[in-house]
């Protein structure tokens, strides 16, 4: 099946510094991307629609000048934690939609825990 | 609103058969996934249904029926790896995918 590679797989950072996660689409161009936030024991929660070309559509409540995307091209999007706070310590995924005719199933990536200290 | 149910645990034994039931409500509807999800990984897919009726793929089903709003996802032979948590997803008419909290399986030897 198709795949999504995401990197880096752990970051520990300071407070105050940026983190920089990426997220590959190794076999397929993918238009539009999600990412993804998940705290403990919580579900995941849809942070922002990165569509290439365009800017993201950011879901209620989400910053969009703490959580950059860029999706530059149709393999890569890439979300940026600006002056990381430790609230902002969660397990980050993205995912990639592959379309086949008027479906699409998504494929995730392994994910990204950052730990701000 | 748009609202996803399904348990919140559920406990089975080795070689037996579970069935984890989600109910949705959603603004248009594009489709029913399922994912599993193991504790500290990202989830992978398991399962898509579009039209109604049972999707079979080895061990695991998944039902659809679009009217009553109603998905289930059945895993047969259950094995100790299966302990996972199954999260039952809709996609809207915006294909946003709307999760349910997810179902914590505990399989007993």
């Known amino acids: 099946g198709a795949v999504v590679s995401q990197h880096p797989s752990w970051v520990i950072c300071k407070s105050g510094t940026s983190v920089k996660i990426e997220c590959r689409s190794l076999?397929?161009?993918?238009?539009?991307m999600f990412w993804y936030r998940q705290f403990p024991k919580q579900s995941l929660m849809l942070m922002a629609t990165?569509?290439?070309?365009?800017?993201?559509?950011?879901e209620q409540g989400v910053e969009k000048d703490k959580f950059l995307i860029n999706h530059a091209s149709l393999t890569l999007s890439t979300l940026t934690v600006t002056s990381a706070h430790p609230e902002d310590s969660s397990f980050y995924i993205c995912?990639?939609?592959?379309?086949?005719?008027?479906?699409?199933?998504?494929?995730f990536g392994e994910g990204s825990r950052l730990t701000v200290l | 609103g748009q609202n996803i149910d399904q348990p919140t645990e559920m406990t089975a034994t080795e070689g037996a058969i579970v069935q984890i039931n989600c109910t949705y409500q959603?603004?248009?509807?594009?489709?029913l996934f399922w994912y599993q999800q193991h504790a500290g990984e990202a989830p992978t897919f398991l399962s898509y249904?579009?039209l109604d009726g049972l999707e079979e793929k080895g061990r695991f089903s998944s039902f659809l029926s679009r009217s009553k709003g109603y998905s289930y996802l059945l895993l047969k032979e259950l094995q100790m790896k299966d302990s996972a948590s199954y999260l039952c997803?809709?996609?809207?008419?915006?294909?946003?995918?709307?999760w349910g909290a997810g179902t914590k399986l505990i399989i007993k030897p």
């Open positions: 995912s990639a939609r592959f379309l086949e005719g008027d479906t699409g199933e998504l494929f």
């Open positions: 076999d397929f161009q993918a238009t539009t």
């Open positions: 990165s569509n290439e070309g365009s800017k993201a559509t950011y």
């Open positions: 959603t603004s248009g509807f594009n489709g």
């Open positions: 249904n579009v």
């Open positions: 997803a809709a996609l809207d008419s915006n294909y946003q995918l709307i």
